[in-house]
């Protein structure tokens, strides 16, 4: 069987929360699946919230500050020893003390968590000239990602990416062109 749910609230202009969950076991198979061993509980869940921050800020406010947060889980336990053909749930009864350590060491587990600040930017034009036509005209992003994942073949695998990005943008008037080729 697989089972699969989500649910969303929108906070009128302040922010948003999404939250999905899916669980297959190790029996199901789509339609278009072919023939696979490889046969695991599946369980993954995931949660994403955004906020306008500037929202919170006087009515006068002079930045637009959108924020946003996700995470997410995927736990893949197979029904199989890594490797074999002995059933996972056997063997961990054969094991004892050891059942809960045999059946870490065959899962797959992967955790993502992301942060990101999207076009932070001044939304009050500026009377200065020059205030108006550089910093008014910027926009920032930012966004930091953490992941961790394991499996049978892997003890731990770590990664973090950082990334950033200055926009600028100016609209010409429109009297203003450039005429390429003469007639």
Same mark, same amino acid.
């Given at each position: 069987w697989?089972?699969?749910t989500?649910?969303?609230?929108?906070?009128?202009?302040?922010?948003?929360?999404?939250f999905?969950i899916?669980?297959k076991?190790?029996?199901?198979?789509q339609?278009?699946?072919?023939v696979?061993?490889?046969?695991?509980?599946?369980?993954?869940?995931?949660?994403?919230?955004? *906020?306008a921050?500037?929202?919170f800020? @006087?009515?006068? !406010?002079v930045? #637009?500050?959108?924020?946003?947060? &996700?995470? +997410?889980?995927?736990?893949?336990?197979p029904?199989?020893?890594?490797?074999?053909?002995?059933?996972?749930?056997k063997?961990?009864?054969?094991?004892?003390?050891?059942k809960d350590?045999?059946?870490?060491?065959n899962?797959s587990?992967?955790?993502?968590?992301?942060?990101?600040?999207s076009?932070?930017?001044?939304?009050?034009?500026?009377?200065?000239?020059?205030?108006?036509?550089?910093?008014?005209?910027?926009s *920032?992003?930012y966004?930091?990602t953490? @992941?961790f994942? !394991?499996?049978? #073949?892997?003890?731990?695998s770590k &990664?973090? +990416?950082?990334s950033?990005?200055?926009?600028?943008?100016?609209t010409?008037?429109?009297?203003?062109?450039?005429q390429p080729f003469?007639?």
């Open positions: 697989a089972a699969s989500s649910l969303g609230v929108k906070l009128a202009d302040i922010g948003s929360v999404s999905n899916e669980r076991t190790a029996e199901f198979r339609v278009t699946d072919g696979s061993n490889f046969k695991s509980q599946t369980t993954s869940w995931s949660v994403a919230t955004s *906020l921050a500037d929202k800020l @006087s009515e006068d !406010r930045v #637009q500050i959108p924020i946003s947060f &996700a995470h +997410s889980e995927v736990v893949d336990q029904k199989y020893v890594s490797g074999s053909d002995v059933l996972l749930e063997a961990g009864e054969l094991a004892g003390d050891q350590s045999l059946i870490d060491v899962r587990i992967t955790v993502n968590n992301t942060f990101a600040l076009s932070l930017k001044k939304v009050t034009q500026s009377d200065n000239m020059l205030i108006a036509t550089t910093i008014d005209r910027l *920032l992003d966004s930091y953490k @992941s994942s !394991r499996n049978p #073949q892997t003890e731990w &990664a973090w +990416s950082w950033s990005k200055v926009d600028y943008s100016y010409f008037k429109p009297d203003f062109f450039v003469f007639y």
